[in-house]
C-alpha cells in the first residue's frame, strides 16, 4: 500500500506504532520501544508525530531509577469528537462522544422510523447540532459517525436491505445523506450487531467471542467472534428470530408465515398473548416485566418458558461458534433472572461439555446505552486505523508547513 500523500517515508508505520496507545494506558518512549520492537529513535519521531498531530498528549511521568524521569503519553481523546446515532422503531438516541467511548452529551428523543430516511435523519443531525453547540465544539471537530437502525443493513455500502419495519429506507445511501451533515467516515449497521459491540468494548474486551441476544418485540442475535463483528455474506448473520424451536407447537404461526419460529413462541408478543390467555391484561413488553416485578407466577412461568425455547436455538449456537459469554438484551431482559435461568437451564444440559466449560450467560450491562456505545467504538476504530491515523497526521503536518 502506498504511504498517504504527504506522509514522510520516516513517518509510515506511525499508525501502527500508534495502536499501542489505543487502550487508553500511558506509556513512556522506552514502553512503545519494547512492544514495537523498533529503535528508540524511530519512537520519538513517530510520537512526535502524533504529539503534533494531537492524537497523543503527554501525562505526568513515570517512575524514574534516577535521573531525568522519562515522559508518558496517552491516547488523546478529547482531541475529536464522533456521533453516535441508535435508530430504533419508535425512539432515536443520539450522542456526542470522545475518542475513547465516553459520551459526552446525548439526547433521546421520540422518533418514527416510519417517517423515511430523509425525515429522521435530518432530525437525529439537528440534535448532534444542538449537542455539539451545548459541548462548545465546531462542527469540524467530528470525525465520524456511527449509526444504527433496527433492520438489516448491507454493512460495507451502508444501505438498509428490505428492512421490514422502515418503510422507505430499502436501499437508501445513508452515508452519502449524513455526509452533508458531517465530516468524516459515516458507517451503518444493524442495530443488535452494535448493542453486541457495545457490550464487548465496555464490559467484556478480554472475551474474544461474545454473542449478545436482543429479546423485544423481536428476537436477534449480533456475534462477536475474535474480537470482530460477524456480519456473513449479506449482513444477516445472527437473525435468530426465525429459527425453528424443536418441539414448538405447529399452530403458531409466526409473522413471516412459518410455524413454531423462536420470535413466534418466545418474543415479548407471544409472551403477552400467553398472559391474555390466563386473564393476565398484558399487552408490551415492559407489561411483561412489570408482571414479573410484581411477582405474578404466571408471569414468571412464561417467562422462564421463553428462556427455555431460546435456549435450545443457543445450545446450537453454543456448538456452532464456542463464545465465551452470552449476553441477554433488550427489553425481556429486565425480567432479571427468570428469562436467564430458563436459558441456562438448557444451554448448559443441551450443548457439548466442552463448548460450555467457561461459558457464562449473563443479564446486559451496556442496557439501553449499548446502541450508543457500539455505534461510537464502530467509527472509533475506523478513524483511529493505522491508515486513517497516518492520513491524519499527513494532513496535519501539510497544514503545518
Ligand atoms: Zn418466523
Not at 459515516?186 to 464487548?200: I, R
Amino acid at each position: 500500500m502506498n504511504a498517504p500523500a504527504g506522509l514522510p517515508p520516516s513517518l509510515v508505520g506511525t499508525g501502527d506504532l500508534f495502536q499501542h496507545l489505543r487502550d487508553g494506558t500511558p506509556r513512556t518512549r522506552g514502553d512503545l520501544a519494547r512492544l514495537s520492537s523498533l529503535a528508540r529513535s524511530t519512537v520519538t519521531a513517530r510520537v512526535d508525530a502524533l504529539l503534533v498531530a494531537g492524537l497523543l498528549r503527554p501525562v505526568g511521568e513515570a517512575a524514574s531509577t534516577g535521573g531525568r524521569p522519562p515522559s508518558r503519553f496517552a491516547l488523546n481523546g478529547g482531541d475529536r469528537v464522533v456521533v453516535a446515532i441508535d435508530l430504533g422503531a419508535s425512539h432515536a438516541s443520539v450522542a456526542v462522544s470522545d475518542l475513547t467511548n465516553q459520551v459526552l452529551a446525548q439526547r433521546t428523543v421520540e422518533s418514527d422510523i416510519a417517517d423515511g430516511p430523509t425525515a429522521v435523519l435530518d432530525r437525529s443531525a439537528a440534535i448532534v447540532q444542538e449537542l455539539l453547540a451545548e459541548l462548545g465544539r465546531p462542527v469540524s471537530d467530528v470525525a465520524g459517525s456511527g449509526i444504527g437502525v433496527p433492520g438489516p443493513v448491507a454493512h460495507a455500502s451502508g444501505r438498509p436491505a428490505n428492512p421490514p419495519i422502515m418503510p422507505g429506507w430499502h436501499d437508501f445511501d445513508i452515508p452519502a445523506h449524513m455526509a452533508q451533515h458531517f465530516g468524516g467516515p459515516v458507517l451503518v449497521d444493524n442495530d443488535v450487531n452494535l448493542m453486541a459491540l457495545g457490550e464487548h468494548v465496555t464490559s467484556w474486551r478480554s472475551d474474544r467471542h461474545l454473542l449478545l441476544v436482543k429479546v423485544a418485540t423481536g428476537i436477534g442475535a449480533g456475534i462477536v467472534s475474535d474480537g470482530r463483528l460477524l456480519r456473513g455474506a449479506l449482513g444477516s448473520a445472527g437473525d435468530l428470530g426465525h429459527v425453528h424451536v424443536a418441539g414448538a407447537a405447529n399452530d403458531v404461526v409466526c409473522r413471516c408465515g412459518n410455524v413454531g419460529c423462536l420470535e413466534a413462541v418466545a418474543a415479548g408478543p407471544a409472551i403477552a398473548a400467553r398472559l391474555r390467555a390466563h386473564g393476565l391484561d398484558v399487552e408490551s413488553s415492559q407489561d411483561i416485566v412489570d408482571a414479573v416485578t410484581a411477582g405474578d407466577v404466571t408471569a414468571l412461568q412464561a417467562v422462564r418458558e421463553a428462556g427455555r425455547d431460546l435456549g435450545s436455538v443457543l445450545a446450537t449456537c453454543v456448538n456452532l461458534l464456542n463464545p465465551s459469554v452470552i449476553v441477554i438484551g433488550g427489553k425481556l431482559s429486565e425480567a432479571g433472572e427468570y428469562l436467564l435461568a430458563g436459558v441456562r437451564e438448557v444451554v448448559y444440559q443441551r450443548s457439548l461439555p466442552l463448548a460450555t466449560h467457561d461459558l457464562r450467560i449473563v443479564g446486559t450491562a451496556a442496557g439501553s446505552q449499548g446502541g450508543i456505545l457500539g455505534a461510537a467504538a464502530m467509527v472509533i476504530d475506523a478513524v483511529l486505523a493505522p491508515r486513517a491515523v497516518e492520513v491524519y497526521v499527513a494532513q496535519h503536518l501539510a497544514r503545518s508547513a
